[in-house]
Each structure stands twice: as C-alpha cells, then as structure tokens.
C-alpha cells in the first residue's frame, strides 16, 4: 500500500514519525517493530522501522521494554500529553520564561484565556 505518495518518492518530514506515533497510541499494548511494520500504509524495511521507533525513544517520545530479542515500544503520553510536553521544551529552550509566557497569553484567543484562567484557577498555589 502506498500513503499518498509515488515511489521513491519522499515523505514530508515528521511524516513517517507521526504515522508510527499514531499506530502505536491507537493499540493498548507495546509493539515490537514488525508489529509496527505490518501496521504500517507503506512499503518500509524492518531496518527503517527500528531507525524511526529508536530516533523516537531518544527524543523521548516512547518508552521500550525487552520483548523476546526485540524491544516493544510505546508512547510515554497520549496526544495531548505529548503536546504539553513539546510546549514545555519549548517553554525550557528560552532564556526568558517571563517573556515568552506573556507573550504566548497575549496571542490566545479570549475563549483560550479564559479557559486557561479557569484551569489556573483550579489549581493549588505553589509557593
């Protein structure tokens, strides 16, 4: 099966990793690479697939644990946690934390402020 685009032909970046990324949070269990493999709209080598599953785990996008001679792996968040956690390395490759916090609540919407007003509020202050 072909995912849209000619043979040999590359894949937008990210693309690959998004895909993976998506088969494994769509399954309750870890999987091992050609579990992912099968999974998988294209026509991919085993090698390429553990390529992508270990350049993830080393971004710290999936966890592993041994599963027979191969690695199972998995999300360490659903999709939202997974943006949250973006969001904070972002947040934490800044120099100014103040700035950029200020700046991300002056571009929100009136509707997202609020509903962040609401979720700070809910939360217990750390002092």
């Keep these: 099966m072909n995912a849209g685009h ?3 032909e590359r894949r ?3 693309a ?3 895909e993976v990324l998506g088969i494994l949070q ?3 269990q870890a999987l091992t690479p050609g579990e992912v493999l099968q999974r998988l709209s294209d026509d991919l080598s085993y090698s390429t697939v553990v390529t992508v599953l270990s350049r993830m785990f080393d971004k710290g996008l999936l966890k592993r644990g ?3 001679r191969a690695y199972a792996y998995a999300p360490v968040a659903d999709t939202h946690g997974l943006t949250a956690r973006r969001m904070r ?3 934490d490759s ?3 934390r103040e700035s950029v916090l200020a700046r991300f609540v002056e571009d929100l919407s009136l509707q997202d402020e609020q509903l962040l007003r609401q979720l700070l509020g809910g939360l217990p202050d750390q002092e």
């Design 16 to 18: 690959l990793e998004a």
């Design 66 to 68: 041994k599963q027979g």
């Design 94 to 96: 800044g120099s100014d």
């Design 26 to 28: 769509s399954t309750p």
């Design 6 to 8: 000619a043979p040999g």
């Design 89 to 91: 390395q972002v947040l």
């Design 12 to 14: 937008p970046g990210g």
